[in-house]
């Protein structure tokens, strides 16, 4: 992003800090150690350690650790504590490797004083690496774990979150020679799948991918008064596949679209709106979804694939809300067609087509049953042959930048998944997730003796806070934190693990445009000059569907179809009547259907569409009774208006 203003637009309002701005010889130096370690990564996708995994992420932590202190902070120069900050980062990192890796794990349990030492060490390096990439939140939350592991058994018995209480050595032993610590899933879907994928997000930029994502956008639907709209709308979903960030897709794509959205007469706030739900969009669909759906497919065991196929109706879904709400705007703004100087669409394809081609590569090597990490190095590959034509005379320094800006695009996702570390460990020797579940659950209980409302009850609280929680933390740490919390509710009601992890994946994305912050709404204002709150607002109503289909996984076995998972025709069904439900949300927050929609036509559609979402056969026959009442006094009362013009 070379304008300095849009830079700084997303450094201010994305999840992550800003990094440092450095001195051209100490951003050499970090140039350098970056391209190292996307090496290493490559490396260890076709030749890994003997040792096995944790031996990797030792080493994968070890180094990437202390560049963070070096890349994350104030001034141009890396003061000297930050240089004593690296240092110790990467001797408590290596630690475990200094006396013999293999000694150090027989250690487990029963770890020396000098074991506890680094441990702690490493503990405090990783929670201000969290704080100077992501902020406060997430490290204090993380010291109320620890300090709830240890006070535990302080607590009244009687307290369903009471525990025994866990000494510190033992504390540290979970962090640091445990597979549920430092070294858990999360650093592992960090080391071995995200870095890949920003690695690859970064030569697909390099290629020229993201300037013809744009252009083909604008290309596709050129003079109509939706054009603008939908443009922006196309525009986002391609652009998510060269960013990982939400808030940086918004910026990036309004700094194209916004004037086109300006000339259209967008008011500033819808423009913003429809900005920050274009840009959430991105991260929410295949086949570059975020991060958070790598670590889906580790807890769950199964392809990344399955979590793409999951994500394909919900996807439709969040798009057709969005097609129709732009549909609508155009209509009741009495937006104006807007000359786009592009050239035409075949045009542009012929020119770029190749930039599909490695987005291709990913699927079809995941179906030929290619582990990922493996497809999307070939298919980064492939993105970077591709840049060669347009990039003969410095291709191969393009690539190296590549390399090296991905590596260091995943420091802030690697800060937090080490410190997700702390919250599992925590989570895992005390037993406080069965414990709050259960809380969870028992608090629907008091509410209603209904099995079925009882799981509506829980799946509400669940999205309430997992909303909550996204508010705080990054996505990546939400989706943690929620599985091990919020995951067993709904489990417990009998809740399928696919169907309660891309409820928590949802929410935990839509975080970003859920007020009162909603990081990207926020951005999408700082953009347009819009009032911020009525920014918010008018994203949220892009993006309703997406906040209340997750629920329909959830409510009701026929949930699954909307993932996929069953029958084909029950998907299909399932798909219709939900996609009816869209529509409704779509008349309610929109204001439009044939024409102006008045207050009775859209109160109608609030039944219709909670019914229509149920799924289930009487309950989709009343939302579409609803529905259809609805249209009929929308028809008549249009007619009597017309009728009393004339």
Known sequence: MANPDL?????EHDEEMPSRSLSPRWERALWIAGLLIALLVLKQVFFPFAKGSQ??????????????????????????????????????????????????????????TLDVLAGSVLLVLVL??????????LPLVCLAFIAYAYYGGFLPPA?????????????????????SGFYGTPLDVAATYIVLFTIYGAVLNASGA???FVDVSFAAFRKSRTAPGRTAATAGFLLGTVSGSGTATTVSLGAVTWPMLQKAGYPKENAGGLLAASGIGAILSPPTLGAAAFIIAEYLQVSYLSVLIWAIIPTLLYYLGIALAVEADARRFGAKPVDVDAPRFLDVLKLGWYHFLSLGIIIVFLALDIPVYKAVVYATGVAALFALINHRRDWLRLIADALSVGVRSAFPVIAVCAAAGV????????GLGQALAGSLVDLASLLSSSEVVVLMLTAVFAA???????????????????????????????????????FIFYYAVLSEVTPPTALAAVAAAALTGGDVMKTMWQTWKYTLPAFLVPLAFVLTDAGSALLLRGPLLDSVWAFGASALGVAALAVLTGGWLFGPARWPERALCVPAALFLLYLQPWTIAIGAGFLVVAVAVHLVTRGRVRDAAA
């Open 7 to 11: 830079a700084r637009i997303v450094a």
């Open 55 to 112: 031996y990797y992420l030792i080493i994968f932590l070890a180094v990437t650790l202390p560049l963070v202190f070096l890349a994350y902070g104030k001034g141009h120069t890396p003061p000297w504590w930050d240089w004593a900050l690296a240092g110790l980062a990467f001797l408590a990192g290596a630690y475990p490797l200094f006396g013999g890796y293999d000694e150090f794990l027989n250690r487990q349990g029963q770890l020396t």
């Open 128 to 137: 201000e690496a969290c704080r100077r990439t992501t902020g406060w939140v």
């Open 159 to 179: 307290w369903s979150i009471a525990h025994s209480g866990v000494d510190f050595p033992q504390i540290i032993n979970g962090f640091f020679n445990d597979a």
């Open 210 to 212: 993201g300037k013809f």
């Open 423 to 430: 919250i599992t460990s925590t989570i895992t020797k005390t």
């Open 464 to 502: 309430v806070a997992v909303s909550v929680l996204g508010l705080a933390v990054p996505v990546t740490a939400s989706f943690i934190i929620s599985w091990v919390v919020i995951g067993p509710a709904l489990i417990t009601l009998g809740v399928e693990p696919a169907e309660t992890a891309m």
